[in-house]
């Protein structure tokens, strides 16, 4: 790669810069590794041993927080929820957002402008912002408490960006690819469906993965929007583990590190994919 | 040519169609219903009655809300001088290559953005504890096992470990983003300057700052967009308390709703919020778009 | 197991068959549901999974099933803030549960005020429950008289203090007779390098629950607290009663006895602290015992003693007899039930306050009390558990918890919020005497009632 070359010669590196660069990253290594390192034993430790010493080591290592965090945390269907939800709105997402990407580069019309602009006011909204007129909305309509009354809202809050992101990737497609299609009878759906979907490959990962992620650490639209027990995801269920009138550290720890699992394997497969996802966040301007 | 114009417009409706409609029926629709309550006394329950703007005057009139909004403001600080800048520093050393092993520093820095907010929430409320886990080592350390936290216990200053949490899990969104854009600088550009003799210190000064300025803005303006939005952190954290000092706009709102069933006057509380980001980064766009165009013209 | 209290299923059974099978089928119980004419009743109850209560829930209603098979109830769990919020909102869809948890005072007043829960007296009355219960089991929880809950006859004390004996010992301390003794011990405690008292006002109602509310109530009488609630006779929250109570919380602080450390201190660290051994005394609820019970080290459960407050210097109320408190919550059912439904809604609630489950209740730490003695103290062998028990029959007058008779919405924004800027310092008693007085003249719903 292009960038090895220019390393070799690397230009002379003030002290001071050299000392603040080690002070600014320890600062993030410190708080990033010490409290998971600190919740990763913390969470193998008795109960009784929690309370007496919140620093030290575990003497006795159980795994017995684990047991109880996933039985009374009921965790298996947690997990089955949090999947349901991402799942689907990952995908309807990447289909709607890139159908109308394509739509608003690759299909002259003066409504374009307005369309596109309306969308991208999406990206100042969120859920949390505006979980007092959902929850009054969805009330109305009887969608608490119902699968559908979170999978709309999921859809609808991360369209704008998922559409954002396409449109950037579709645009590059040539004209030229589409113009042929049509030249030998295709339609725009067609085109779509034949041509659109199978090249933007790359931009789908990327919207797919962001997508997920962003659901499954959504935590205030279906805590406000579920009273009932089956349609809680795992955020919903961890924050419900910070019992009112009794509590427990170790299977509260317990439960975080379930909790914490799938994102971390999701970092470590789709890294790149997530950052790209991220640094193309700001340049929507 | 009219059939093709009109199958045109029906693909377009056909492809566009979905993700505008659902768009607009989940984010505009109740906006615009919230809009109307909030002239409203409603309590959830039979027929609103129409007050006016008195929902908006108790607001403006109650220094829970003004507490609030300075809080948020400070949240925004945290992003515009905190964040944005340690992630462009950051980004720049890993860029540059200035410190060994950039790849785990690249996982520490990035990782807590992908965190889920109840967790870092849960966690940190331990950590920050007045007798949690910096509690613990301190008075371990300093052999007083009595320590209790308590600096963070007064108004001014309980929304601190709250904007160190934001320091820590938000600076990586911007350290990619700079990070991805530093990648696309021209290598010769930098090679040249190295023999020209140039030092670091020059080369961040002269070169790399003024081509990053329009990534600054954009991201200053993500970063006020950001702000007033998420609470689910201090909502777990502290809950706005001590008393509520720790309180932001966005949890003052939820609390009102549907702690004493004032969807009135939450709802007006929801339009304040959203008519608030709405003019910041009206304003903040402006700016940028101000900058930008000086700097396109002195580049040229 | 049979319940004693008889099984009574009369009425229109024909008439239910119908709908009680669409439920079931709906439910996808199809088959079974053709065999028998069951009943299905669905219910939300304020508490998760990892709470005690859930144990005793399980327990309670396996034991109930067993007896009367016709009847299925579905449980649901939420956390308690979650709890009112979705309470609430089933009530605006018109899909609440069928068996409600309801609050004895106003905390379920968005239900009970608003006619979604049905009065329990013509059951209460017809099956003579009053008889064997104290009255401050069934008296009205409405100006109308209407009674919507009866849960295990058991009262939630909210002002419990809880005393490591070792410790106080260890200091040659003894547990004190007024509250100024009490105070006076902090410097002694503090300069032996331990904590005084632990509350764990994070989520800040607990100073005003298990703290002011018995200050409150001793301090006044209960005809000046009737006449403050309703605004009569000039009475009101800026008397002294209640800015002497305020004036001692505030004494407690500067004494070094609550620590500035409370309003960000959470129950959980509390607890903790408590339990580790590095704070004297616990100030909480009688629910705490549980906690304890699963917390403590074996070796300190024989050494946690539970008191009533100190005598007050100035109260009304000399004695030391008297807590705070309010009748547990208890079941109630949705205004909207039919005969059938409402038949077997009732069956649970009587199962629940019925003396012969007393074992499960006991095994989960509610002491249940009744007109006659029904041999609980012979159950217990766990030493906190007889502690607890001798606790709750030695409280002669029990007290109004403020949160429980006066409006949430001034209660936590003016009181809880207030009380932690107290411990604070940021206002003075009178001042927040006065806000809150003011808050209650302009919005309270017992000034309206007026």
Redesign the interface.
Same mark, same amino acid.
């Given at each position: 790669m292009a960038d090895h070359e220019w390393k070799s010669g690397r230009a002379r590196v003030p002290l001071p810069f050299t000392i603040v660069s080690y002070v600014v990253l320890a600062f993030f290594t410190v708080f990033t590794l010490f409290p998971l390192i600190w919740l990763g034993y913390t969470s193998f430790k008795p109960e009784q041993e929690i309370v007496a010493n919140m620093v030290a080591l575990p003497v006795n290592w159980t795994v017995r927080n684990y047991v109880q965090a996933w039985q009374l945390g009921e965790f298996g269907h947690l997990f089955v929820n949090s999947l349901i939800f991402c799942v689907v709105t990952t995908v309807v997402v990447v289909l709607l957002s890139l159908s109308a990407a394509f739509a608003f580069t690759k299909i002259p019309s003066r409504w374009t402008r307005l369309w596109f602009s309306f969308i991208g006011l999406g990206l100042l909204v969120t859920i949390s912002s505006s979980i007092v007129p959902l929850f009054i909305a969805a009330n109305y309509l009887g969608l608490t408490n119902t699968y559908l009354g979170i999978l709309i809202p999921y859809v609808a809050f991360n369209i704008s960006f998922a559409v954002y992101l396409a449109a950037s990737f579709v645009r590059s497609i040539p004209n030229e690819v589409i113009e042929a299609a049509k030249i030998d009878g295709a339609n725009y759906l067609q085109v779509y469906r034949l041509i659109v979907l199978p090249m933007s490959r790359p931009i789908i990962t990327t919207i797919a993965i962001f997508t997920f992620h962003a659901c499954w650490v959504e935590y205030v639209l279906v805590y406000m929007m579920s009273s009932d027990s089956s349609i809680r995801t795992v955020q919903v269920g961890l924050s419900l583990l910070k019992g009112q009138l009794s509590f427990n550290f170790g299977f509260l720890f317990a439960a975080v590190v379930i909790a914490s699992l799938p994102l971390l394997i999701l970092y470590l497969a789709f890294r790149k994919h997530l950052q790209t996802g991220f640094s193309l966040g700001a340049l929507k301007g | 040519m009219v059939l093709a114009a009109r $199958?045109?417009?029906a693909?377009?409706a056909?492809?566009?169609g979905?993700?505008?409609v659902?768009?607009?029926?989940?984010?505009v629709?109740? /906006?615009l219903?919230?809009l109307v309550?909030s002239f409203t006394d409603w309590a959830?329950?039979g027929v609103p009655n129409f007050v006016g703007f008195t929902n908006y005057v108790v607001m403006f009139s109650d220094p829970?809300f003004w507490w609030g909004l300075r809080n948020n403001g400070l949240v925004v600080l945290v992003s515009l001088i905190g964040q944005i800048p340690?992630g462009f520093?950051?980004a720049y050393?890993i860029y540059?290559?200035?410190?060994r092993h950039s790849g785990f520093?690249e996982?520490?820095? %990035? %990782?807590?953005?992908?965190?889920?907010?109840? /967790?870092v929430a849960?966690?940190?409320?331990?950590?920050f504890?007045? $007798?949690?886990?910096v509690a &613990?080592?301190i008075g371990?350390a300093t052999g007083?096992?009595?320590f209790?936290?308590?600096i963070?216990?007064? !108004?001014n200053t309980?929304i601190i470990p709250y904007l160190i949490v934001l320091l820590?899990m938000y600076?990586g969104?911007?350290f990619?983003?700079f990070?991805?854009?530093l990648?696309k600088t021209s290598?010769?550009m930098? &090679?040249a300057? /190295?023999?020209d003799g140039? @030092? &670091?210190?020059?080369?961040l000064k002269s070169l790399i700052v003024p081509q990053q300025i329009p990534?600054f803005l954009?991201?200053a303006?993500?970063a006020v967009?950001?702000s007033?939005?998420?609470? &689910?952190i201090l909502w777990?954290m502290?809950?706005g308390?001590?008393?509520?000092y720790s309180n932001v706009l966005?949890l003052y709102?939820?609390q009102n709703?549907?702690? %004493?069933? !004032?969807?009135g006057f939450? @709802?007006a509380?929801?339009i304040v919020?959203?008519l608030l @980001?709405?003019f910041m980064?009206l304003i903040l766009?402006s700016i940028?778009a101000r900058f930008s165009r000086r700097f396109e013209q002195g580049a040229t | 197991m049979n319940s004693p209290l008889g099984k009574t299923f009369p009425l229109g059974r024909l008439a239910c068959r119908v709908s009680t099978m669409a439920v079931a089928a709906a439910l996808s119980f199809g088959s079974t549901a053709l065999a028998y004419a069951d009943v299905t009743l669905s219910a939300i109850v304020p508490y998760t999974k990892i709470d005690p209560d859930y144990g005793r829930l399980q327990e309670t209603y396996e034991r109930f099933h067993a007896a009367n098979p016709d009847i299925t109830i579905n449980f649901d769990y939420l956390d308690h803030d979650a709890y009112h919020n979705k309470m609430q909102a089933l009530a605006i869809s018109g899909n609440l549960p069928d068996v409600l948890t309801l609050w004895p005072g106003k905390r379920t007043g968005y239900l009970t005020n608003r006619g979604y829960a049905k009065d329990l007296r013509p059951f209460i009355q017809r099956d003579g429950v009053d008889k064997m219960l104290r009255p401050v089991f069934t008296q009205a929880q409405a100006p109308s008289g209407d009674v919507y809950e009866i849960g295990v006859p058991y009262v939630n004390f909210t002002n419990v203090v809880y005393v490591n004996r070792k410790l106080l010992d260890q200091l040659g301390l003894k547990y004190p007779a007024t509250l100024e003794e009490l105070m006076g011990q902090s410097k002694a405690i503090r300069e032996a390098g331990y904590r005084p008292a632990v509350f764990g006002d994070q989520s800040n109602w607990v100073l005003q629950s298990c703290l002011l509310s018995v200050l409150v109530g001793r301090l006044g009488t209960p005809e000046w607290f009737a006449n403050a609630l309703a605004g009569k006779d000039g009475a009101g929250f800026t008397d002294p009663p209640f800015v002497n109570a305020l004036q001692k919380i505030r004494d407690m602080v500067d004494a070094g006895f609550i620590d500035v450390s409370e309003p960000s201190t959470t129950r959980e660290q509390a607890l903790s602290t408590f339990v580790s051994g590095r704070s004297v005394y616990l100030i909480g609820g009688i629910w705490e015992v549980v906690n304890l019970t699963s917390a403590l080290p074996a070796d300190m459960k024989d050494a946690v003693e539970m008191h009533p407050l100190p005598a007050v210097a100035g109260a009304a109320l000399a004695g030391v007899d008297s807590s705070s408190g309010q009748p547990a919550t208890g079941f109630g059912m949705s205004a909207k039930l039919d005969d059938d439904k409402a038949e077997a809604a009732w069956k649970w609630i009587k199962f629940n306050l019925d003396p012969s489950n007393k074992d499960i209740d006991v095994k989960y730490g509610m002491l249940p009390i009744y007109t006659s003695d029904v041999g609980i103290s012979d159950m217990l062998t766990d030493p906190l558990a007889k502690s607890s028990y001798a606790f709750s029959s030695s409280i002669k007058d029990v007290l109004p918890v403020l949160d429980d008779r006066l409006d949430a919405e001034g209660v936590t924004q003016v009181i809880n919020a207030g009380l932690q800027e107290l411990v604070l310092g940021s206002v003075t008693p009178q001042d927040l005497a006065a806000k809150y007085e003011a808050w209650v003249a302009a919005n309270d719903s017992n000034r309206k009632a007026k």
């Open positions: - | $199958s045109n417009r693909s377009y056909l492809l566009a979905p993700a505008i659902i768009y607009g029926l989940v984010i629709v109740p /906006v219903y919230s309550l959830g329950m829970i340690l520093f950051l050393v540059r290559r200035l410190v520093f996982a520490v820095i %990035f %990782f807590p953005a992908l965190m889920s907010p109840v /967790v849960l966690l940190f409320g331990v950590v504890a007045p $007798s949690g886990l &613990e080592m371990r007083n096992p009595m209790s936290l308590t963070f216990n007064t !108004k309980a820590w600076t969104i911007y990619i983003i990070l991805a854009n990648q290598p010769e930098l &090679e300057a /190295v023999l140039a @030092s &670091e210190w020059n080369i990534v954009t991201s303006i993500y967009a950001g007033l939005k998420s609470f &689910e777990i502290t809950n308390g001590p008393s509520y966005g709102m939820i709703t549907f702690s %004493f069933y !004032k969807y939450g @709802s509380i929801a919020v959203i @980001s709405v980064i766009s940028a | -």
